[in-house]
């Protein structure tokens, strides 16, 4: 049994829902960069989005726009990833709730639980599936994607979808400026590619992905397993590798996907671990032009799986300014605060 | 045909007590526990909640820490329950243990408090604190090493899907052991939000009466130690129960309310029985989800009417003792229904008098003493995200 | 009353965020839930929130919201007798 990405849909601060970010991408320019919206009106009804916050409609949006409505409601799962969830409305509840305890509206209440997102997706689209949402920190997405394979090798599905979705407010990106998450100024991705200094800068994202063993004519590529990590040794992480590759028969991994984001002690165990794991392939990064958030690991399979269907990795995502041409293989490396750490292999069809 | 995956280790904290023994006894008593509350600060008095009788600095105390460390509600109450847990399975890192986390309202309670002095720069370390992931990192101290861990939110049901996958990832070869359940303290802002829902009952709630109007908030939490049977057996540990099947579904109705054929509830039950291989003839009790409130408990009766038919097997909520801990009940009643199945006792449902008019079903009243052999326990989620799971007394491979 | 039903019906929209009505699109004497606007129940506590908030009636149960929100004719005639604000 192989599991394919068929289709993958992202909504996040380049243009929406295309791949423009690949040959012509938007450079951020601030500390806090918002979704660049897409015409909602498209995928979801007015009546319907009336009571939604931004996330939610990025949700369905990117879902929408991944899953064909036929095969919408015969999805075997529907697992999201979420750091913080719809924090929008979290936020406007607690506030109100702050000033006083009497009379406040229950839709803010009804959408600040994590879950609203991926069963708002199932109740888009009648999908009675196991439905399941992750919260934990930098490997939410991870998690949801891990836990997808593990229903694939269970021989439960056919067909699965998995986002990775967070918004940041105003309010959120003030807080943790106080912890410092973010750099006194915009990243580059000179900081990106070579970092001096603590700190990173908010992106926002809505990543769908449609994984299926019988896929269509012209899928992404193969998703060959995604392993998930606690403060592993170096020589798990190894070992995992060369299980991998010899599970899939795999003898040369092209390129790794990295999450540098100008954070200095994030960025250098991300080189660190791409040294020791794969000292021979392109690195590739994607956090320059998307930002950072809990779940913004699964843009990084998004932009693996989207480099293995071009046949191409473009000179802007890569470490050394330079171009791979036809990549086979793809190993992405996510790790969260050197404790939650996550490999995924791919492999082009 | 996979391997079994038995039960190992249990630990419990919630408004009837700590530790596994207080709870049984307090069951078997009948024992009352909600009431008004003593640490939540709100001006809601009139609600009555199932609150943990110790405070933070009690729990720091009993748990042996620093009264100054940081640390929020959820994760002491969790490190509670999965410290008793570790003892009574006596597991250690040799084995390859994965920590699976059910939790909602993570660090809130705190970040409720704290939310203005954050903008000030006052008690900011509790903003690194507020996430979900945060208190399971904390909680996961306590043991030696976790290969793996994650948490799961999926509100009302995130403790029996840490159970879920907690076993797939032992059917995968991924981890031989897993240390699964959930945790939730009681906050402002989800007992403002329950109230904004107006389905918080004012007196002791009463699940699957006639009148009833909601359901009393809980707090607590509840962790199992799951693991392949050959480990457990290599390993010479006490094999409690089996977890011989489960199933997570969506009703993909609606937000809050149910579905008038409540089709994940249904389709909860019926594939975990599948899963279990298991006639519907052959469950001994079910641990219903039970919350209260007029939707679910109408909604859960019609889903058992369905699944079972005319045989319907003897069922209670155990709500009325605890309240509802939402994040944490899968993992609290996955507990109580192991309790239920390893003593031979189905707890009572109390405060019941008058069954709902549509389905006329009558759950179990006074504490019944009987051998069991296979339990079931509910949970639902908001939005529909509905899970069921069965435990069997083991029978060795 | 007329005042009210207008007042009502603006107070309406907005809370339950109807981008595309407009007081004029929406018959007083028609009901809220089912076809019509295609509510829901957390409209209805929406309605129940829009009310204390406004008119400082407090209801106790939501099923007391059934009988007040059949129209917007039936919930300005309720708020008149009712209203401590």
């Given at each position: 049994m192989s599991i394919y990405?068929?289709?993958?849909?992202?909504?996040?601060?380049q243009q929406p829902l295309c791949n423009e970010w690949f040959s012509n991408p938007s450079m951020p320019t601030d500390r806090l960069c918002k979704f660049v919206r897409p015409d909602f009106k498209q995928y979801i009804s007015a009546a319907i989005s009336r009571r939604m916050g931004t996330a939610l409609k990025c949700t369905l949006s990117s879902a929408s726009a991944c899953v064909s409505e036929e095969k919408r409601s015969n999805l075997d799962g529907i697992l999201t990833g979420t750091g913080l969830g719809s924090i929008e409305n979290t936020e406007n509840f607690l506030l109100a709730m702050l000033e006083g305890e009497e009379g406040l509206s229950p839709s803010n209440f009804m959408q600040s639980t994590h879950n609203t997102l991926g069963s708002q997706v199932a109740i888009a689209f009648k999908c009675h599936g196991y439905n399941i949402t992750y919260a934990h920190r930098?490997?939410?997405?991870?998690?949801?994607?891990?836990?997808?394979?593990?229903k694939f090798q269970l021989n439960e599905y056919k067909t699965a979808l998995v986002n990775g979705v967070d918004e940041m407010t105003e309010k959120y990106f003030q807080l943790f400026d106080h912890i410092g998450f973010w750099k006194d100024r915009n990243v580059t991705i000179e900081d990106v590619r070579n970092a001096t200094s603590p700190g990173t800068f908010a992106g926002e994202n809505s990543v769908s992905l449609l994984l299926t063993t019988q896929p269509s004519e012209q899928p992404l590529c193969e998703l060959c397993d995604t392993q998930l990590f606690y403060r592993p040794s170096d020589e798990q992480l190894k070992t995992c590798v060369e299980k991998l590759c010899h599970a899939f028969n795999i003898n040369r991994i092209d390129a790794i996907v990295i999450g540098n984001n100008g954070d200095k002690e994030n960025d250098a165990e991300y080189r660190r671990l791409a040294q020791l794991l794969t000292p021979d392939a392109k690195q590739i990064i994607y956090k320059h032009l998307f930002g950072e958030s809990f779940t913004?690991?699964?843009?990084?399979?998004?932009?693996?799986?989207?480099?293995?269907?071009?046949?191409?990795?473009?000179?802007h995502i890569t470490m050394d300014n330079e171009a791979l041409e036809n990549p086979q293989t793809i190993l992405v490396l996510n790790h969260f605060k050197q404790l939650d750490y996550s490999i995924t292999l791919l492999k082009s069809c | 045909m996979t391997e079994k995956i038995v039960v190992t280790g249990y630990g419990i904290i919630s408004s009837i007590g700590a530790?596994?023994?207080?709870?049984?006894?307090?069951?078997?008593?009948?024992?009352?526990?909600?009431?008004?509350?003593?640490?939540?600060?709100?001006?809601?008095?009139?609600?009555?909640?199932?609150?943990?009788?110790?405070?933070?600095?009690?729990?720091?105390?009993?748990?042996g820490i620093a009264s100054d460390q940081i640390i929020t509600r959820t994760p002491l109450l969790a490190m509670m329950a999965m410290k008793e847990a570790i003892s009574t399975s006596r597991l250690t890192d040799q084995i390859s243990t994965a920590f699976i986390n059910g939790t909602t309202v993570g660090g809130m309670e705190k970040s409720e408090k704290y939310y203005y002095d954050f903008f000030e720069g006052k008690h900011t370390e509790y903003i690194s604190a507020h996430d979900c992931g945060a208190g399971t990192e904390l909680v996961s101290h306590l043991f030696g090493h976790f290969d793996l861990m994650t948490t799961i939110s999926t509100a009302c049901s995130s403790a029996a899907n840490s159970v879920i996958l907690g076993a797939d990832l032992i059917k995968t070869g991924r981890v031989d052991a897993?240390?699964?359940?959930?945790?939730?303290?009681?906050?402002?802002?989800?007992?403002?939000?329950?109230?904004?829902?107006?389905?918080l009952e004012h007196q002791p709630c009463r699940p699957f009466e006639k009148s009833n109007q909601g359901l009393n908030l809980g707090e607590g939490a509840g962790y199992i130690v799951i693991e392949r049977e050959s480990v457990a057996k290599a390993r010479g540990a006490n094999i409690i129960c089996e977890l011989s099947g489960y199933a997570n579904t969506c009703d993909a109705f609606h937000q809050t309310a149910t579905s008038e054929t409540s089709e994940g509830a249904y389709r909860a039950m019926t594939n975990a029985l599948l899963n279990a291989h298991l006639k519907t003839n052959e469950i001994?009790?079910?641990?219903?989800?039970?919350?209260?409130?007029?939707?679910?408990?109408?909604?859960?009766?019609?889903?058992?009417?369905?699944?079972?038919?005319?045989?319907?097997?003897?069922?209670?909520?155990?709500?009325?003792?605890?309240?509802?801990?939402?994040?944490?009940?899968?993992?609290?009643?996955s507990v109580i229904s192991i309790l239920a199945l390893q003593y031979g006792f189905i707890p009572a449902n109390l405060g019941f008098s008058e069954p709902i008019e549509a389905t006329g079903l009558i759950p179990v009243q006074k504490t019944l003493h009987r051998t069991l052999n296979h339990v079931m326990t509910n949970s639902f989620g908001f939005g529909g995200n509905d899970s069921s799971c069965i435990f069997s007394k083991y029978q060795p491979s | 009353m007329d005042a009210l039903v207008q007042e009502l019906k603006e107070k309406v929209i907005q809370a339950l965020n109807l981008e595309d009505v407009t007081p004029d699109d929406i018959d007083a004497n028609a009901p809220l839930f089912g076809e019509g606007l295609g509510l829901d129940s957390i409209d209805a506590l929406e309605l129940i929130v829009l009310m204390e908030r406004n008119y400082g009636i407090k209801l106790k149960n939501a099923n007391e919201g059934k009988d007040i929100f059949k129209s917007i004719q039936v919930m300005a005639d309720y708020i008149s007798k009712n209203r401590t604000k």
């Open positions: 990405i068929d289709k993958a849909a992202q909504i996040s601060i930098g490997t939410s997405f991870d998690s949801a994607l891990m836990n997808a394979v593990v913004m690991s699964g843009l990084g399979i998004y932009v693996a799986a989207t480099c293995l269907k071009e046949k191409r990795v473009p000179a | 530790g596994v023994e207080k709870t049984r006894e307090a069951l078997l008593k009948e024992e009352k526990s909600i009431g008004r509350v003593a640490h939540l600060n709100t001006c809601h008095t009139d609600i009555p909640c199932g609150e943990v009788k110790e405070s933070d600095d009690e729990l720091k105390k009993a748990l897993a240390i699964v359940g959930g945790t939730e303290s009681l906050s402002k802002f989800h007992l403002n939000g329950f109230n904004s829902l107006m389905i001994d009790y079910i641990n219903a989800h039970g919350t209260g409130t007029s939707d679910n408990d109408l909604h859960e009766s019609i889903a058992l009417k369905r699944v079972f038919g005319e045989n319907i097997p003897p069922f209670s909520s155990t709500k009325a003792f605890t309240g509802h801990t939402t994040s944490a009940a899968g993992a609290v009643e | -």
